[in-house]
């Protein structure tokens, strides 16, 4: 049998790396890394997929930054929805099946239990509702030729990220306050690449939620870090994290309190579950 040709937009992003690092045995990857493709270009991202006729194409493209989207909702909603839009257009007319990512921010956070695939989304901010429009136009072009998997608290060794920010901070400072009551589910982007050509070579489709297993809010998360970093000797000296609340650190954009999400079905369509965050979190540390 031939192998499945994928191309991934946005290889150079977590997400993106990740997938490239973990190429599964029976997937040929179309694009080299430094061939990227602009998802906001219609004409650009209809000729490249018409020529490399990928079976698969893997969104991990996305306008992350959620503060600054708050200011410039156009950037945003350019890539997040009209450019997921274009990829699936691109998709419909090749024959190509779409693996799309979303975010646990499409949530108000208001919901107290891990929310589920159906539940309404009711995003607080400019990022996840330009998410949460794109997730609807994939949905609508492609139907049940496409997946979407809702993540989150995404880190890794490369790029900018909560654990990256944490040990940066930790070895400059005698203390941290981190905030303490919001709760999710941190996530390593390798874990999630890996559910990702799962979910490829499985042919998934409709909606599903991948994260880590077990939940934290950011101040667990950070003392892990501390922990586990100490542990490995990544850092010089020692520094006390404290706990802090939403409103001692006020950012542009609010974040959802509550945002761990329901993975048993996605888990069970896989065959694969979850690893723990902080077995994740240990593995990702040693690779600095
Ligand atoms: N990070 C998180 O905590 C988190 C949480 C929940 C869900 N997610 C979702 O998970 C997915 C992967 O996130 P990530 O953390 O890997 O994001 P990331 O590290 O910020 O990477 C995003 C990638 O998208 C690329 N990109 C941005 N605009 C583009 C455009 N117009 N055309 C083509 N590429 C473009 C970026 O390229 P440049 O760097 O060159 O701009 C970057 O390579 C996204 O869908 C995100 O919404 C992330």
């Given amino acids: 049998?031939?192998?499945?040709?994928?191309?991934?937009?946005?290889?150079?992003?977590?997400?993106?790396?990740?997938?490239?690092?973990?190429?599964?045995?029976?997937?040929?990857?179309?694009?080299?890394?430094?061939?990227?493709?602009d998802l906001t270009d219609a004409a650009q991202v209809?000729?490249?997929?018409?020529?490399?006729?990928?079976?698969?194409?893997?969104?991990?493209?996305?306008?992350?930054?959620?503060?600054?989207?708050?200011?410039?909702?156009?950037?945003?909603?350019?890539?997040?929805?009209?450019?997921?839009?274009?990829?699936?257009?691109?998709?419909?007319?090749?024959?190509?099946?779409?693996?799309?990512?979303?975010?646990?921010?499409?949530?108000?956070?208001?919901?107290?239990?891990?929310?589920?695939?159906?539940?309404?989304?009711?995003?607080?901010?400019?990022?996840?509702?330009?998410?949460?429009?794109?997730?609807?136009?994939?949905?609508?072009?492609?139907?049940?030729?496409?997946?979407?998997?809702?993540?989150?608290?995404?880190?890794?060794?490369?790029?900018?990220?909560?654990?990256?920010?944490?040990?940066?901070?930790?070895?400059?400072?005698?203390?941290l306050g981190i905030v303490a009551d919001q709760i999710g589910s941190p996530t390593w982007a390798n874990s999630l690449a890996r559910a990702c050509w799962r979910a490829v070579l499985s042919d998934l489709s409709g909606m599903h939620h991948w994260t880590d297993a077990g939940v934290a809010s950011w101040y667990d998360f950070a003392v892990a870090i501390h922990e586990e970093a100490s542990a490995l000797g990544l850092l010089p000296k020692p520094c006390v994290v404290k706990p802090i609340r939403t409103e001692d650190y006020p950012t542009p954009a609010a974040r959802p309190a509550y945002s761990v999400l329901d993975k048993t079905p996605t888990w069970q369509a896989l065959g694969l579950e979850g690893e723990h965050w902080r077995s994740a979190l240990r593995k990702m540390l040693a690779e600095l």
């Fill in 46 to 175: 209809q000729s490249l997929i018409n020529s490399l006729d990928p079976d698969w194409i893997i969104n991990a493209a996305a306008y992350t930054a959620v503060d600054k989207a708050e200011e410039d909702p156009d950037s945003a909603y350019a890539v997040n929805r009209d450019g997921a839009g274009l990829l699936a257009s691109a998709a419909a007319s090749s024959g190509a099946r779409l693996l799309h990512i979303s975010t646990d921010f499409v949530f108000n956070g208001q919901k107290g239990s891990p929310y589920l695939v159906g539940d309404q989304p009711d995003p607080l901010g400019v990022y996840g509702a330009s998410k949460q429009a794109g997730d609807e136009v994939v949905s609508k072009i492609l139907g049940d030729r496409c997946a979407i998997i809702r993540t989150a608290w995404v880190y890794s060794s490369l790029g900018n990220n909560f654990v990256k920010t944490m040990l940066r901070l930790m070895g400059e400072r005698d203390q």
């Fill in 1 to 37: 049998m031939s192998d499945i040709k994928v191309l991934v937009a946005g290889s150079g992003g977590q997400l993106g790396s990740e997938l490239q690092r973990t190429v599964p045995a029976g997937v040929t990857l179309l694009a080299p890394p430094e061939v990227g493709f």
